[in-house]
């Protein structure tokens, strides 16, 4: 009897391994000024991790195309993470055609691609020289869950957040060491709706933040989507003219 198991060991260990099936996802990004997001949010929407009507109307006006492109930022365009910017992430590369809502009838910029239950894939913000507005103020996300708003933040001892905020410098500092992921952020970064934001503040306030969107790749064909609201950074305001 214990040979005949032996033998069924060993048998079971020679067949040949189907490969894990491929799933297809999409993540659609777009960047809005901040009075175009105020246009929607409700009263007690604004709250960190809040839901509600009007983001979900938000979400659904994006998808009909029916939210003026006046509000929406066009210097945002989304890209796939660098090797350097996925190893830094602990997350599997990924390449596929991103459609910038600009050349579409769309809002959103849009991408498409097969991948495998359980890694992660990140994708990048990262706009090109100077442009208003700078800072990163508040986001949508939705996944598989209703659309929930956050903000942007340093975590504090113990917590963890889906919008983790920190200086530029730093994450670019640790996306060269290739050790983001593992330093820092496996411990403060919030994943349970499976996509979560990191954003670089960047120290020079007429350069706009970086934005890293981190999505855990589910067991079924899921679509993301983030809302990017930016707003101009309060040191970048004239000071008001003096009257004589």
């Not at 113990?158 to 730093?170: E, H, I, K, M, N």
């Amino acid at each position: 009897m214990a040979r005949r198991l032996v033998l069924l060991v060993i048998f079971s260990l020679l067949l040949p391994v189907a490969p894990a099936r491929a799933v297809e996802y999409r993540l659609q990004v777009v960047s809005l000024w901040d009075n175009g997001f105020n246009t929607f949010v409700k009263p007690g929407e604004l709250g960190d991790g809040a839901t509600g009507p009007g983001l979900e109307a938000l979400i659904a006006a994006l998808d009909r195309g029916d939210v003026p492109r006046g509000p929406i930022v066009t210097d945002r365009t989304l890209r796939w993470g660098s090797d350097e910017v996925s190893r830094a992430f602990g997350a599997v590369k990924t390449l596929a055609e991103i459609i910038p809502g600009a050349e579409s009838h769309e809002r959103w910029d849009s991408v498409r691609w097969n991948g495998k239950p359980g890694d992660r894939s990140v994708w990048v913000v990262e706009p090109r020289g100077r442009g208003r507005p700078q800072q990163l103020y508040r986001v949508v996300l939705k996944a598989t869950g209703p659309a929930r708003q956050f903000i942007p933040d340093t975590p504090g001892k113990g917590q963890t957040l889906v919008a983790v905020r920190s200086p530029l410098d730093f994450i670019w500092f640790h996306e060269r060491r290739g050790d983001l992921w593992a330093a820092y952020l496996s411990g403060i970064l919030d994943l349970r709706d499976d996509i979560a934001i990191v954003a670089g503040a960047n120290s020079d306030p007429q350069f706009p933040d970086a934005v890293r969107i981190l999505v855990s790749q589910t067991a079924q064909p899921t679509s993301y989507k983030a809302v990017l609201v930016w707003r101009q950074a309060p040191t970048d305001f004239e000071a008001p003219a003096v009257v004589r």
